[in-house]
């Protein structure tokens, strides 16, 4: 079975450009979730949606940050502008509510802003 | 907003070792779970834990939910070289709600 799908795995762009994160979740599963990694900072959760509804973005780091999930079947987080401060792995989870929750990670996509 | 402490940050062990690392919170989750996160890859759910007290094992791992709901811990018997990367917990509030994560451990075993 597929699991979490993210594109890109790798992007480097240039400060100010508009990045673009893709996740494609488990078939099935009805919560999305966005962390961001850093070494400095860890695994922060940034946003979260149960079936196609945004819960809490409470983690947003701020207005050049957002993210939609416009079916069940895929989400974007978008930046705009990127700054190099965004430099970080991006990871998209998936779960399903009656599977105890077992949440799933993509494999990242990891963002070098110059 | 919640903490997970996370301990030890590394631990350099030889092989065959056992191992041994906990979590502390500043408030109660009713989930805990230890994730493993190898190099370029994402983290992979180890363990996951329900109940106040609840030990659980699977296969070499052994974690146990804290009775006060505010910690967990994760055990490695008899460590291998496969058993290297980072390790995670992680607690959960709510059946829908998104995760709160530690810093991690990093395992290191030196053969």
Redesign the interface.
């Known amino acids: 079975d597929a699991g ?1 799908i993210q594109s890109p795995r790798h992007e480097v762009t240039e400060m100010g450009q508009e990045v673009t994160l893709r996740c494609k979740p488990i078939s099935g599963h009805n ?1 999305l ?1 966005w962390y961001r990694q850093t070494m400095m900072r ?4 940034l946003i ?1 949606f ?1 079936n196609n509804v945004p ?2 973005d409470s ?1 947003m780091p701020e207005d050049r940050f957002s993210a939609k999930m416009p079916n069940a079947s895929f989400s974007t987080l978008k930046i705009q502008p990127s700054e190099p401060r965004d430099s970080a792995v991006y ?1 998209c ?1 998936s779960s399903f ?1 009656g599977d ?9 996509s990891w963002l070098t802003v110059v | 907003g919640q903490q997970l402490n996370q301990s030890p940050q590394s631990m350099f062990i030889q092989e065959g070792e056992d191992v041994s690392m906990n979590c502390t919170s500043s408030s109660i989750f009713n989930t805990w779970l230890w994730y493993k996160q190898d190099p370029g890859e994402g983290p992979v759910l180890l363990i996951a834990l329900y109940k106040a007290g609840e030990l659980t094992s699977n296969g070499r791992l052994t974690a146990q939910f804290g009775i006060t709901r505010k910690d967990s811990f994760l055990n490695i018997s008899a460590s291998i070289p496969s058993d290297v990367g980072i390790y995670f917990c992680a607690g959960q509030l709510g059946g829908a709600d998104g995760l709160t994560f530690g810093k991690g451990t990093h395992l290191i075993i030196q053969p």
């Open positions: 979490v919560s979730f860890g695994l922060e959760l979260y149960n819960i809490d983690g990871f989870a509510a105890g929750n077992t949440i799933y990670f993509g494999e990242g």
